[in-house]
T-cell receptor, first 115, second 116 residues
Framework: AQKITQTQPGMFVQEKEAVTLDCTYD???????LFWYKQPSSGEMIFLIY??????QNATEGRYSLNFQKARKSANLVISASQLGDSAMYFC????????????FGQGTILTVHP | NAGVTQTPKFQVLKTGQSMTLQCAQD?????MSWYRQDPGMGLRLIHY???????DQGEVPNGYNVSRSTTEDFPLRLLSAAPSQTSVYFC???????????????FGPGTRLLVL
């Protein structure tokens, strides 16, 4: 079984500052994928970034980067230069070799960006 | 490309009624899945399909049926609606459930279902 834990129910950040959203995961599989999704108040699920367990470098997608620390089983999302439009719910999720395609989600973190 | 589309956007049912939530994708994705999202929670997998004619159960399959006769469509049927099925339902698709970025799932806009 796999598990995702997001310990920050809510986070606040000032516009233009960077923010880190925490995610820890638990799996006994050696091969797995980690994902971050954004859910704005309109409700859709928007894919942000992917990290494979065998990727040697941390993933980056524009202002999003994933701080992957395999030994600590953490996959924190870093948003640089926050914008008002970044205010949303953020979900960390994973699949693993025994359950590819079956996303397991954390409970999410609500990010609020202040002007 | 329209991506992943879902209909209806919103539906109200009475207990015991049945209905079908529609999902279609135009990206030629092999893998499709249905999730439900309850308040304050992440998404949970209901059913999934790795290709036309192949479906399997996820974490919370009870009360739901699926079929996949084409690559593009993956409808979700509620057999006899119950208030516990009040939720937001998301359909998703990906190229393939393999250990690469290709397994990234792209979601439809969701269907809000209220069962009275």
């Amino acid at each position: 079984a796999q598990k995702i834990t997001q310990t920050q129910p809510g986070m606040f950040v000032q516009e233009k500052e960077a923010v880190t959203l925490d995610c820890t995961y638990d799996t006994s599989d050696q091969s797995y994928g980690l994902f971050w999704y954004k859910q704005p108040s309109s409700g859709e699920m928007i894919f942000l970034i992917y990290q494979g367990s065998y990727d040697e470098q941390n993933a980056t997608e524009g202002r999003y980067s994933l701080n992957f620390q395999k030994a600590r089983k953490s996959a924190n999302l870093v948003i640089s230069a926050s914008q008002l439009g970044d205010s949303a719910m953020y979900f960390c999720a994973m699949t693993s070799v025994t359950s590819y395609g079956k996303l397991t989600f954390g409970q999410g973190t609500i990010l609020t960006v202040h002007p | 490309n329209a991506g992943v589309t879902q209909t209806p956007k919103f539906q109200v049912l009475k207990t015991g009624q049945s209905m079908t939530l529609q999902c279609a994708q135009d990206m030629n994705h092999e893998y499709m899945s249905w999730y439900r999202q309850d308040p304050g929670m992440g998404l949970r997998l209901i059913h999934y399909s790795v290709g036309a004619g192949i479906t399997d159960q996820g974490e919370v399959p009870n009360g739901y049926n699926v079929s996949r006769s084409t690559t593009e469509d993956f409808p979700l049927r509620l057999l006899s609606a119950a208030p516990s099925q009040t939720s937001v339902y998301f359909c998703a698709s990906s190229y393939a459930p393999r250990p690469t970025r290709q397994e990234t799932q792209y979601f439809g806009p969701g269907t809000r279902l209220l069962v009275l």
